[in-house]
C-alpha cells in the first residue's frame, strides 16, 4: 500500500511565488514585532525559522520521495560542527562558512547515500539508524576535533558581510532576519524544485518506486541526490543553528534529535502538502512553550497527540486542513488523493 | 595474550546472547504484525523499572502495605520481580497493539511511527514516575561478585546471564517448534489470512505474540539492568542493537538472529577489550560490512518490509 500522495494545485505549480510563499513572508516578516506582545520571546523566533529550514528539507526525503530517515540529526550536528571548525581554523566570514557547513554535510550525505540509495521502507529506516549512530558516536568520541561531550564552545555569530555595509548579527532580532532571508530563499527553491521535472519524479518513486523504474528513470539517482540535497539542507540548519546557540553540542546528533524531526513534519503534514513541516514546526514550538509552561512532562502529552494523530489522521494537521476546512470555505473540490479511497 | 581474552569473550557472548533474546521478540512481533517495534526498548527498560520496584523499597514505588513483603530475603524477591515484570510490560504491550490495529493494511512505515511516539510516551512517563536519576538493580548475593579461575577474574553474574539468556532462547525455539501454538505463530508469520480462514483468531493471536514480544524485551531488561544500570534512555542503548542483530541476521530466521547476536556481542566485547570508547561503533561497522555484500543479512529471506 503506498504512501498517500502530495497534493498540489495544478494553477500554481510553475509559479516561483504563489499565495502561501506570501502569506509566509508577511506573517514572519512581522514576527519579531508581535512576538513579545503575545508572551513568547524573540529567540523562539530564530529556532523556528531554523527547524523550517531542517524540516522543509528533511521533507524532501520524507514527504516527497517517501523515505523515512531516522538518523537525520546527524547531519544536522554534521552542519553545526563544520560551521564552528570551519570559523576556528579557516576564515571567520559568514558566507563561507555557512556554505562549508552545506558542503561538507552534502559530501557526508552524498556518501551516506551511497549505501542507503537502494534500500526501501523499513530497511531504509534501520540503515539511516546506523549510520545516525556511527556519525553520532565518531563525533562523541572523536574529541580532539569535536570536544566530545563539552560541545565546541564560543561559536561567533558572525556578521553578515556584503562588501559595502557589513551587518551584525549578534542580537537575536538580527540573527532572526539573517534566518528569514535564508528561509525565504530556501521556501522559493524548494517550491520550485518539488513542483520541477525532478520533484515530479521524486513524488512517483513515493507512490511506486518499481513501475518507476521499469518507466526507465534511474531511480537510484533520483533517491541519491535527494538524500544528499536534504542533508546539504540540514547542514545549512545546522550551521545556522551553531550560532544560535553560540555552540555545537553532541545531543543535536543523538536519535532522539532524529526522531524530533521525523515527528514535526509528520504531525505537521508533510506527507500530503509542501506546508506541512512549517506547520509541524509552529505546533511543537509553541506546545513546547506553553504546555512546558505547565508541566515538566509536556513531551508526553505531544507523544501521546502523536500517537493518536497516528492512528486517527495520519497525514497531521496538512490532511486536517484538506479534508475538513478547505471544503467548508468553499475552496476548489478536491478529492482526497489518499489511496485507499480511490481504485488503483 | 589470547588468554587474557577469555573474560572479554565470556562478557562478549553474555551480551550477544540477551541481545539475541531481545532481537527475537522483537522478530516475532515483525513477522506476525509486520511492524518495526520502535518502542521495543522502551519495554526493555519498563521491564527492568517495574523489576526494581518490586525488588527494593527505594524503587519508585513506595508502598507502606508491602513492608513485610519488602522484608524477605532477596532470593524470593529476585524471582518473583523476573515474573511481575514481564506480566506488567506484556500488559502493556498488549495494549500498545490494541492501539496498532488501525496501521494494520497499510504502509509499515505507519506502524514504525507509531511506535515511535509510544516509545517516546513510554519514556517520558518512566520519567514522570521514576525520575532521571540511575538506578541499580540488587541481585541476590549467590550470583554477584566474581570469581578466579587460572589467574583472571571473570564475573559470575554475566556468566548466570549467559546461561540464562542461553535457556531462554532455548525454551523459545522449543515453544515455537514443538507445540501447536508455536506452530499457529509461525503460520501467522508466513500467511496471517491463511490462518484466519483455517479457523484461528487472528486477532488474538496477534494480541497474544505482542505482549509476548513485549515480555522477551523485559526479561532482557531484567537481565541486563544490574549490567548497564538503569535510566531511562537506556531503551535507546538496547532497541539499536536489537535492529542490528535483526537485520545483520535477517529478518524471519530464528538462528540467524542468534548467532548475529552473538556475533555483535563478541565483536563489541572484543572492541572494548582494546578500544572501551569505541566499542559500540564495531557493531555498526560490522553491519555495514555484512550488509554491503549480502543485502538480506546473514540468513534473511524476501520480506514484505523491503516494499
Known sequence: MPLPAMQYDRRETTAWITKPILVMAVVFATLPLWIETVGLYQYLGVEVLIWIVFALGFNLLLGYTGLPSFGHGAFFGIGAYAFGLAQFEVWANLWFCLAAAIVVTGAFGAVTALFLAHRRGIYFALMSIAFGQIFYFIASKWTDVTKGEDGLLNIARLPADFGVVELSTQSNTALYYLCYAVMMGLIVLLWRLTNSPFGRTLRAIKQNETRVAFIGYPVRLYKWAAFTLSCGIAGLAGGLFAMAQEGAYINIMTLQWSGTIVLIVLIGGGFVSFWGPVLGVILYFVARDILGAYTETWLLWFGLMFVVLVMFKPDGIAGMWRDWIAPRLGGRPEPSPRPAESRS | ?307
Open chain 2, 1 to 307: 595474550m589470547l588468554y587474557d581474552l577469555i573474560p572479554h569473550i565470556i562478557n562478549g557472548l553474555a551480551l550477544g546472547l540477551l541481545f539475541a533474546l531481545l532481537a527475537l521478540g522483537f522478530m516475532l512481533i515483525i513477522g506476525v504484525m509486520e511492524v518495526i517495534n520502535l518502542a521495543h526498548g522502551s519495554l526493555f527498560a519498563l521491564g527492568a523499572y517495574v523489576a526494581l520496584a518490586v525488588m527494593v523499597p527505594d524503587g519508585g514505588l513506595p508502598f507502606a502495605f508491602m513492608e513485610p513483603y519488602y522484608a524477605l530475603p532477596d532470593v524470593p524477591r529476585y524471582v518473583i520481580a523476573l515474573i511481575v515484570g514481564p506480566l506488567v510490560v506484556a500488559a502493556v504491550g498488549a495494549g500498545l497493539e490494541l492501539c496498532l490495529r488501525r496501521t494494520y493494511g497499510q504502509d509499515p512505515l505507519y506502524g514504525l511511527l507509531l511506535t515511535f511516539g509510544a516509545a517516546l510516551v513510554l519514556e517520558e512517563g518512566i520519567r514522570e514516575i521514576w525520575g532521571s536519576s540511575e538506578y541499580y538493580l540488587p541481585i541476590p548475593r549467590g550470583i554477584s561478585g566474581g570469581f578466579i579461575a587460572g589467574d583472571l577474574i571473570y564475573s559470575t553474574y554475566r556468566i548466570y546471564a549467559a546461561i540464562f539468556a542461553a535457556a531462554m532462547i532455548g525454551l523459545l525455539w522449543l515453544f515455537l517448534n514443538r507445540t501447536p501454538y508455536g506452530a499457529i505463530i509461525k503460520a501467522g508469520a508466513h500467511d496471517g489470512e491463511m490462518v484466519r480462514a483455517l479457523g484461528h483468531n487472528l486477532s488474538r493471536l496477534r494480541l497474544f505474540v505482542f505482549a509476548f514480544g513485549a515480555a522477551l524485551a523485559a526479561i532482557a531488561g531484567i537481565i541486563m539492568a544490574p549490567i548497564w544500570g538503569i535510566r531511562p534512555v537506556v531503551g535507546v542503548d538496547a532497541v539499536v542493537p536489537a535492529f542490528v542483530v535483526i537485520v545483520l541476521g535477517g529478518v524471519g530466521s530464528f538462528w540467524g538472529a542468534v548467532s548475529a547476536g552473538l556475533l555483535v556481542g563478541l565483536v563489541v566485547g572484543l572492541t572494548a577489550a582494546f578500544a572501551t570508547d569505541w566499542s559500540l561503533l564495531s557493531m555498526y561497522l560490522l553491519l555495514l560490512a555484512v550488509v554491503t555484500f549480502r543485502s538480506r543479512g546473514l540468513a534473511g529471506k524476501a520480506s514484505v518490509l523491503e516494499s
